[in-house]
């Protein structure tokens, strides 16, 4: 494909010498050029199909690094990625060793902040805003805000902070979408915000009287604006931004690049903190993700579609647990295609509630429903309950209430990098008293797990990967079937065989523990994998394992792809420390080790983490050594 534009565009500045009709035609190389690339390799494409004109306005008005850029969320830079000199590595976007697919500090220095979650944008060009105040820099912070993110509390609270007099302009995207439909009343307060057309003529009069009063030093322009501002209010009134003491302007097509620069400039030449409300269509020039946004927010790379996966067998089994108990609601936070609950939200409309990007609200939120009888499902991928984690302990565990989390995404997860790793939810949930923990391993045992939750008399985490089911775990430790399983602990070792070597791990990485388990017998050593599905209670699940540890010497590693500092093999081993059976055993943990993880290399995402096959392989033929000598 021929992009005769995009191919002289090598850094932001030679954007600035573009004429209008150039900047058009780079725009529609730039949305040809990330429909193939995006759709060849996997990506989020639709929400950078939407903000092509508004990131090249931005770099031919703005000087970055000088200014500062902050992307929310971050998963719509690519066009900023390709204008910042990075088109040559793009095709390695998402790989390991290439572009991470979110704005990175270490990755350019045009990536003044890097981004993962929402609602933090405009915080952290607070900040920058403020640094820039207290040095003496003319440079601009620029927060580049989808409405979605408006549901999160923390763009609120920001807001709330904002001043007047600082360099910083706040970009407001409107396309009513998150991942999801966008909900809430801000959302739909917001669809009527405007500028009229009859204010947009009074103020451009306005400013031509002004210009010619002779300008008698900054007391009295400062009255004037202020007079205008009051005449502006009574005609027209106010809107929420402007009652925040910013100055709004808007909205204006987001496809239009012209109109968009003028907005740009406008807001310059103001002088004082600007917000501008811009309107884009996600998946903008290209058919089926106008038609779908949501499907085209991340798609795979070509030829590897998704298959069923754990997100979508919990929301079939919760729409069908539904139909047969009238208390249970499903709770999400605008991720009801992530989470697999659109199916619930078709069936059982007036028990589904999209909370929006508000984590907090939706655990604390779950806890009023079920303090009055009802049992909530609340669905929320693993680095996003993060947030919620003061609700957790505070609004469910301390009163002991039934909310049942599906910790979705739990584990480590190759494509959106550290940023989206379910890797800390174990040990910040194993520390909460009254919480119970499965970790299926099958879709059977998820089944399972969930009707056990809903049996519970107290908070219950259920985590589940972003996958389908593993062929060999099916096949280990369920060789007649999981469907009336209960969760609980699995062997593929007989009860009193003697063994070299014990692997006690849970979830998807018991693939990799299986495979270490083939070598090492292959290398005459006599090894078994122990597959946990419940992790806590501890002394319950304590209990089991002595049931079904081998007696003698052998070694036990405790294996997970979770962070190991409060994890589940540090939690185990010391509750399994002090039992007789423990004795002579040479105890070894294999997790996360105090690291964010990052693939470096094209190498799976368990071996970038040190906790692969050949990691555990290696462990134990390290211990195995030790006993010898």
């Known amino acids: 494909m021929s992009y005769p534009i995009l191919d002289t565009i090598h850094s932001p500045a030679d954007l600035k010498a573009l004429s209008a009709e150039q900047v058009s035609a780079l725009a529609d190389e730039i949305r040809a050029y990330l429909i193939h690339e995006v759709t060849a390799h996997g990506g989020h494409l639709a929400s950078n199909l939407g903000v092509i004109e508004l990131t090249l306005a931005l770099h031919r008005v703005f000087t970055t ?82 409405d979605g993110a408006f549901t999160g509390g923390m763009i609120h609270e920001a807001l709330n902070n904002c001043e007047k007099n600082l360099r910083l302009i706040i970009i407001l995207n409107e396309n009513e979408m998150s991942i999801s439909k966008n909900t809430g009343r801000f959302a739909k307060n917001l669809a009527r915000l405007r500028t009229s057309g009859g204010y947009i003529r009074t103020k451009r009069a306005t400013r031509n009287i002004i210009s010619h009063i002779p300008l008698i030093g900054p007391a009295l322009f400062r009255g004037i604006r202020d007079i205008k501002q009051t005449i502006k209010n009574m005609v027209y009134s106010s809107n929420y931004f402007e009652d925040l003491g910013l100055y709004y302007l808007g909205p204006v097509d987001g496809h239009d690049s012209e109109a968009l620069e003028i907005l740009l400039r406008e807001a310059i030449a103001a002088g004082q903190s600007a917000i501008i409300h811009v309107k884009t269509q996600k998946g903008h020039g290209y058919a089926p993700a106008e038609q779908s946004p949501s499907a085209f927010h991340a798609i795979p790379p070509a030829g590897k579609q ?279 055993k040479q105890i070894r943990i294999l997790a996360v080790d105090d690291h964010f993880v990052q693939r470096d290399r094209d190498i799976s995402i368990f071996a970038a983490a040190g906790v692969d096959r050949d990691a555990i392989i290696q462990e134990i033929l390290a211990a195995a050594e030790e006993k010898k000598a």
Do not use: W
């Open 306 to 584: 998704a298959a069923h996966n754990f997100s979508a067998e919990f929301g079939h089994t919760l729409t069908k647990l539904a139909a047969e108990d009238a208390r249970i609601c499903a709770i999400t936070a605008a991720m009801s295609e992530g989470t697999g609950l659109e199916e619930f939200r078709r069936a059982h409309t007036n028990r589904f509630f999209d909370v929006g990007i508000a984590e907090e609200h939706a655990v604390t939120f779950a806890a009023g429903l079920a303090a009055h009888g009802m049992r909530p499902f609340c669905a929320i991928y693993s680095t996003f309950l993060q947030r919620g984690y003061d609700s957790i302990i505070h609004d469910v565990a301390l009163q002991k209430l039934p909310v049942i989390f599906g910790v979705d995404r739990a584990g480590l997860n190759a494509g959106d990098g550290a940023t989206h790793h379910g890797i800390f939810d174990v040990a910040f949930l194993a520390q909460i008293p009254n919480m119970t923990i499965y970790t299926p391993a099958t879709f059977g045992a998820l089944r399972s797990a969930m009707h056990a939750a809903l049996a519970a008399d107290g908070p219950v985490a259920i985590r589940y990967p972003n996958a389908g089911e593993s062929p060999a775990i099916r096949a280990a430790f369920y060789p007649e079937g999981d469907s009336e399983a209960s969760p609980a602990l699995r062997c593929d070792y007989a009860d009193g065989e003697e063994l070299d070597a014990v692997i006690i791990c849970h979830g998807r990485i018991a693939a990799e523990a299986l495979a270490a388990e083939s070598a090492l017998s292959a290398q005459g050593l006599r090894c078994g994998v122990m597959l946990l599905e419940l992790i806590k209670p501890f002394n319950r699940v304590a209990d089991l394992i002595e049931a079904k540890l081998p007696r003698g010497e052998a070694v036990v590693l405790f294996l997970e792809e979770e962070i190991r500092a409060g994890g589940m093999g540090m939690l185990l081993t010391d509750q399994l420390s002090q039992r007789s059976i423990m004795q002579n």
């Open 65 to 146: 690094p000088h200014d500062h850029i902050i992307f929310d969320v971050g998963h719509q830079c690519y066009v900023h990625k390709l204008l910042t000199g990075r088109r040559d590595r793009f095709p390695t976007l998402r790989q390991g060793g290439g572009l991470s697919g979110f704005t990175l500090r270490t990755e350019s220095e045009h990536d003044c902040f890097g981004a993962g979650h929402s609602s933090t944008s405009l915080s952290a060009a607070l900040g920058f805003a403020q640094a820039d105040r207290l040095r003496g820099s003319d440079a601009y912070s620029i927060a580049v805000i989808g």
